[in-house]
């Protein structure tokens, strides 16, 4: 027998077999305090009593009460059925004021019902139960969001109710073209997510992509946003992200009528759109909604900054230490004279410092949020200006550093910012090693990384190595005003490619 730790992973369909009776039920929900079951008499000979099977919590008591229950003790035409089989019919047909029933015939589609939040009618000697959804939809309300700043826009941001995000949607997107399609994914979990798309805009190819990566996830449980996005990209060869989140349903949408496609997760208060390229995680949310020479302003300043974070402290250790004639002569000369008295290299400086920015950054995120304030003003002031009071640092390295961690903070999206951090140290590294030769053969390194990597078949440096046909860049830096903006992008390959007269 192969040991436990290299089996594969066992799969069992269907994984309850057997007949649809209380003692199996019970069998399988066995030590189980809030699986309940009651037995409610019908009145007649026919079907003299029936059993009503629910989870506690799950089911809200007083839509079994008033739905099910009082309607079975009051519809005198229940007790008249001849056989138990109209008995069924009737119920279905709407003598229960239930909205959602199902005739269920399996085993296991009863227990994935009573999680879910059904409750189940057995009816003695039938081999079918009716099931009918009485769940609690309890969840929180709905509100701004947290990690997107909303300063012209809508302000409600998606919440852990699947069913509520798409209500959402649904508000936003009132075309019936909007698509929802279903998957159950986790073996433990059974989460539900849903791919939505637009009819007759949405490259086809694209949506079944998506869907045929999720349908390949095959895990215990979806309970963290990687249990997905790890598994239809692949993520395990960069940092870089390959498709994009957001907490905001009018940005969410905005994609939607681009083309891209978008992915819901039950119990995540994100939306996900894929393809995402490089230049969609350098556009903030509020860039619609600013006018188009201030949101194409600070489109290229988030750019300069993305350059900045990444070679400022490696081109500062190539000049300081390789290439000193690079340098204006009052600036190396005012350098050298702050350095008379550090002990350490430049390199040496620049690592320690970029590893106390990292270190103060994530114990500001972890500490509760009052003290991760004070964390980080303590440790940018008084340990900064105390190291270079004791000659541990040199101030221009200190001012180096924090212009690029600075710089950093203005990206839009974490996770590129995360990534161009790792990236920063690679470069540092390179430069510390091989001056600015180094730094040049990492910066090349980076772009044949980014070059090669693709989002759902589309190049991740679109639409900047992507010929679009007549016109053969579309508009990187530059927003043009909306009604310039005639087509929707071409790397989406979408069906419709016009979006306004």
Partial sequence: MAPEDTRPHPRREPRYTGPITLERLKEIFRDCVDFTSRTVALGGDACPAVTLCSISGMVRMERVSDYILRPMAQDQGL??????????????????????????????????????????????????????????????????????????????????????????????????????????????????????????????????????????IDIDGVFSTGAIEEYIVPAARTPFPLIQYTERSDRFCAGLAQGRVGILIDGIPLGYLAPAVLGNFLQAPQDKSSSWLLATALTVLRYFCMLTTLILPALYIAMVTFHQEMLPTRLALSIIAAKQNVPFRSGFEVIVLL?????????????????????????????????????????????????????????????????????????????????????????????????????????????????????????VFLRRPMPQIKNRPSALKPRNRRKQR
């Fill in 79 to 216: 007790a008249r059925c001849a056989t138990i089989r109209q008995q069924m019919d009737r119920m279905k047909e709407g003598a229960l004021y239930n909205l959602a029933v199902e005739e269920r015939t399996k085993l296991d589609q009863v227990v994935a019902d009573l999680v879910a939040g059904w409750c189940v009618l057995l009816f003695p000697g039938e081999s079918s139960v009716l099931s009918f959804f009485a769940g609690t939809e309890e969840k929180r309300s709905i509100s701004a969001p947290d990690n997107e700043t909303v300063l012209k826009g809508s302000r409600d941001a998606f919440v852990e109710s699947l069913r509520t995000n798409t209500s959402i949607i649904r508000r936003h997107l009132k075309t019936p073209e909007l698509r929802i399609q279903e998957q159950t994914v986790g073996r433990q979990s059974a989460t539900l997510v849903d791919i939505l798309y637009i009819e007759g805009i949405t490259n086809p190819h694209l949506v079944e992509q998506v869907a045929a990566q999720l349908r390949e």
């Fill in 355 to 475: 590893l106390a920015f990292e270190i103060l950054q994530e114990a500001g995120l972890r500490l509760p949020q009052s003290i991760g304030q004070t964390v980080s003003i303590i440790g940018g002031l008084v340990v900064g200006s105390a190291a270079v009071e004791a000659k541990i640092v040199s101030p221009a390295v200190l001012i180096v550093v924090a212009i690029a961690g600075i710089a950093g903070y203005t990206m839009p999206s974490q996770e590129l910012g995360g990534a161009l951090r790792i990236w920063r140290f690679v470069l540092v590294l390179l430069s510390n090693v091989a001056g600015l030769f180094g730094t040049v053969i990492g910066a090349a390194v980076l772009v044949v990384h980014l070059a090669g990597l693709e989002s759902f078949g589309v190049p991740y440096l679109t639409p900047f190595a992507v010929g679009t046909g007549i016109h053969a860049r579309e508009h």
